[in-house]
């Protein structure tokens, strides 16, 4: 029972070896022991967030004992200790709030889509900005692609590619609300009425799904990438 914890809470984020929540929205962010429910720590949040400002994304590093979050007020990213919630690193490079955040599979890099018009690759470990990419629009989210390899941006209409060592965009996929199959190899992104599958490693279309009457919403890969 996670009622204890709070009324204003509007995201959840279980770690990736299943032991703590993170749940967060207005007020302090909070880390919970998944079995109990009991709250282990009240998580870092900026003195200059007010009570009503939203967390806008979170995520948990691979190995379950960071959390990085950002706030729909502030450009920054902080990354917080799982453990008691203490303040790691901040991540500063954007001039406006960060949308989404996402951990490589390794733990070794972030990358941060902002309302600025970038997407920007982080050292973990450092807080180290290691590449800027400038965009023509703003993001609506940024993600590693499964082996790491590269980044799906999502914008527009539209995801592109981009590998992540050099920043050089690879492909275009037309579509929105991109899934990815578990080894990399493929993606999806709705189209309207459409579903379209691509290469994930190069943005080559695969094919077309086709049969709804009205727009698709989401799109998801079985575990078996199917």
């Excluded at 709070?6 to 279980?14: D, K, M």
């Excluded at 733990?107 to 450092?126: C, E, M, P, Q």
């Excluded at 493929?186 to 094919?207: I, K, M, Y």
Aim: with cysteine; glycine share 12%; aromatic share 6%.
């Amino acid at each position: 029972d996670l009622g204890m914890i709070g009324p204003h809470f509007s995201r959840v984020e279980l770690s990736p070896d299943d032991r703590r929540i993170l749940i967060a929205g207005q007020g302090d962010p909070e880390i919970v022991d998944a079995s109990t429910g009991r709250s282990i720590a009240k998580a870092y949040r900026p003195p200059s967030l007010d009570g009503s400002s939203d967390i806008l994304a979170m995520a948990w590093s691979p190995d379950s004992k960071q959390v990085a979050m950002s706030s729909g007020w502030r450009p920054e990213t902080w990354i917080c200790d799982a453990e008691d919630g203490t303040l790691v690193r901040t991540l500063v490079g954007h001039d406006d709030p960060v949308s989404t955040v996402d951990f490589s599979s390794d733990g070794a890099r972030i990358v941060t889509a902002s309302g600025d018009g970038t997407v920007k690759l982080w050292h973990a470990a450092s807080g180290r900005m290691l590449a800027s990419i400038d965009l023509e629009v703003v993001p609506s989210g940024a993600w590693f692609l499964p082996g790491d390899a590269s980044i799906a941006v999502a914008s527009a209409g539209r995801v592109d590619l981009f590998t992540a060592t050099t920043d050089g965009l690879v492909a275009t996929v037309p579509g929105r609300a991109p899934a990815y199959a578990f080894d990399g190899s493929r993606l999806a992104a709705v189209d309207g009425n459409l579903v379209r599958v691509a290469d994930g490693r190069t943005g080559a279309p695969l094919h077309v799904l086709a049969g709804h009457t009205g727009p698709v919403t989401a799109t998801r890969f079985e575990p078996r990438g199917r």
